[in-house]
């Protein structure tokens, strides 16, 4: 008999009769976990508080304002929280990465309704 994911929020009882994490929904996701923070400061220092996003010419960001932790291999995907899948990025070389494999967020729809169009 396959495997089946839990359902949100009902954790899967195992022969052992011991609960598994719960996964999000049967599509097998995982849940995202918290990264501790030892960890966060080991990937803070090892990239000097910088932004490590290197572009196309091979140029490397270096930004310090409002650096993320970035997945390199992406949670969605299967990377770790560990430090060596960990690394800097700033706020929007971070949601570019995101974009380019397809895990950025959808764009605002703007509303049907434009601001000239409104009923009053």
Same mark, same amino acid.
């Given at each position: 008999?396959?495997?089946?994911?839990?359902?949100?929020g009902i954790p899967?009882?195992?022969q052992e009769g011991v609960a598994e994490p719960a996964l999000r929904g049967l599509a097998g996701l995982r849940e995202r976990e918290h990264i501790p923070a030892p960890v966060r400061r080991e990937v803070?220092?090892?990239d000097g508080g910088c932004c490590?996003?290197?572009?196309?010419?091979?140029?490397?960001?270096?930004?310090r304002f409002a650096?993320?932790? %970035?997945h390199r291999v992406a949670?969605?995907?299967? /990377?770790s929280n560990a430090a060596?899948?960990?690394?800097?990025?700033? +706020? #929007? %070389?971070?949601?570019?990465?995101?974009?380019?494999? /397809?895990l950025g967020r959808r764009p605002r729809r703007?509303?049907?309704? +434009? #601001?000239?169009?409104?009923?009053?």
């Open positions: 008999m396959g495997e089946m994911a839990s359902l949100v899967r009882i195992d803070f220092d090892r490590t996003f290197v572009g196309d010419d091979g140029h490397v960001c270096g930004s650096v993320q932790i %970035h949670w969605a995907h299967g /990377g060596d899948n960990l690394t800097l990025h700033c +706020g #929007p %070389h971070n949601r570019l990465v995101a974009t380019r494999e /397809g703007s509303s049907p309704a +434009g #601001p000239r169009d409104r009923v009053t």
